[in-house]
């Protein structure tokens, strides 16, 4: 039996204002800004009743008060491997007004 492979993740359009490509912006902060900002819009676009994603670790105390803003109770799963599984469900607040 072969082992499964590894799931690769990368951007879909590249960051080249971080230094890593001699900008002036910190790579992970701007990838945790872009994230976050993301989730952000989502949520103010679409605001669904429930939503799942994966999220980096880090980021899991600034999801919480994004979803916090929109109406949203917050679960965070287990660090695996600096990323937690994200439930969001609408606050009992929000469903009853």
Known sequence: ???PEETE???????VTVTSKGGPHDD??????WAMGALDTRLEATYPDAW???IRADCAPQA???AM?????????????GWVHMQL?????????
């Open 69 to 81: 803003k929109h109406g949203y109770v917050a679960e965070f799963g287990p660090d695996q491997d």
């Open 52 to 54: 799942n994603d994966m």
């Open 64 to 66: 919480d008060r994004i």
């Open 28 to 33: 992970q902060s701007y990838v945790a800004g």
């Open 9 to 15: 993740y990368g951007l879909v359009m590249p960051f």
């Open 1 to 3: 039996m072969s082992e």
């Open 89 to 97: 469900k609408r606050s009992l607040d929000e469903v009853i007004s």
